[in-house]
């Protein structure tokens, strides 16, 4: 049986890391941009059933998060462009 494109990118993912050994190949890329996006959605990623805490450290789960960006992946074409971004970004 065929598998479905969001079985594949679930299955692409690992099965979990934490923000420090964030992987390269998984969106924001860098364990910086990681922090951020957790310090900014943390209650999001906890109720999408995301994030775990082991000991000290928060476990991201690659499954449960792949989930999170398909469906948020939706969101980011509704944002308008802001008012002082560069002309670049503003070309027709």
Do not use: C
Request: aromatic share 8%; hydrophobic share 40%; no cysteine.
């Amino acid at each position: 049986m065929p598998r479905s494109s969001a079985q594949q990118s679930a299955q692409a993912a690992p099965h979990s890391w934490d923000i420090e050994h964030w992987p390269p190949e998984v969106y924001p890329h860098t364990p910086s941009r990681a922090r951020y996006l957790t310090r900014i959605h943390k209650t999001d990623l906890t109720a999408a059933g995301v994030l775990s805490r082991v000991g000290r450290e928060l476990v991201f789960l690659g499954a449960a998060y792949t989930r999170w960006l398909q469906k948020n992946a939706t969101r980011a074409a509704k944002f308008d462009l802001a008012v002082n971004a560069g002309r670049s970004a503003q070309r027709p």
